[in-house]
């Protein structure tokens, strides 16, 4: 089987390519990849440090405001629009894929948009409960539409084909056990463990608040915290100490840039506060962790605060708005789920309910079943 891939700008919208084309290498070793991405995103680091080929166009979106600068900015998108598509359309020509799939960001775009119109037998995968603007417009010309989340299809047209798959999940988050989890962290059972984080670059409005939860905590012990605040965080540290609270030496705080080992950390809290993204909230699903999640209000559609809602919807989660959320306002939402262990039990209960965990088997089958249509 020859694959190609489209999909960029956001690890979003990348990983699940990724994880998609090494479980189709896991089942057909022969199957040859071909990725296209923007020439300038990160989709060039991740998808050669994952060992595929790749190869570029170059696509922007749209700038809303009429500044002029914005309007120059859109000239050239007009032009990397067609000429997008004319350098996507001779990739395809010259691999000649059995089959496309598109999984998001503008990139995706043009290229599906390429296969389509070749008569190439073409796929999409979106990971958010609220598509984004490349996806809704390429439902009605692809094959099947992959969904992450059932709430996204009434945000399609109707006349898309659809299937529910959910979202790849990394295959250490599945396997690490609770138990081998707290062990290997240290960690005993004598108090509630919160994994908080905001992403790999830090969300400040999460690193202030959890900063005066954890200050709390250093005092009363109530809590053991696992806090990463990412790499635009690094004052967090220094905040904590005009906070009076030494990280380094709390036994029950483990406050870091960055959390490596998440199969670990997700495995064995018993309470999760971050963003809302799609995979982060697919991880979170699969391990069934309940969740106080700050959806960010910066990306496109919104999307985030519809992934949280999904589970907010299904008493799975618990929602503050980043407009409302204060250090008082996130004590009070985390006590009133660690304090009652049976509310815990029925938000863990609910949150597993929402988790497809054989994703990676559903989309590979809807790809079979796609080429057999052939």
Known sequence: MKVLLAGGGTAGHINPAIAIAGYIKEMEPDAEFLFVGNRDGMEQRLVTQAGFPIRSVVITGFKRSFAPKNMVHNVKTVYYSFDSRAKA???????NPDICIGTGGYVSGPVILAACNLGYKAVIHEQNAYPGVTNKMLAKSVDRVMLANEDAK???????KFVLTGNPIRPAILATKHSAAKERLGLDDSKPIILSFGGSLGAECINKAMAELIA???????????????????????????????????????IRQYIDNMNDCLAACDLVVSRAGAITLSEIQAKGRPAVLIPSPFVAENHQYHNAMSMVNKKAAMLIEQKDLTGEKLMETVD????????????RRNAQKMAITDANERIYRTIKEVLAEG
């Open 89 to 95: 359309k001779k990739i395809i020509k010259e691999f």
């Open 336 to 347: 009133s789920m660690l304090t009652d262990k049976s509310v815990l039990e029925v938000y």
């Open 154 to 160: 009434s945000r399609f047209s109707d006349k898309a």
């Open 216 to 254: 709390r905590s250093a005092k009363d012990k109530k809590y053991y915290h696992i806090h990463a605040y990412g790499q635009q965080g690094t004052w967090m540290p220094a905040l904590l100490k005009k906070m009076g609270v030494d990280p380094e030496h709390c036994s029950n705080l483990d």
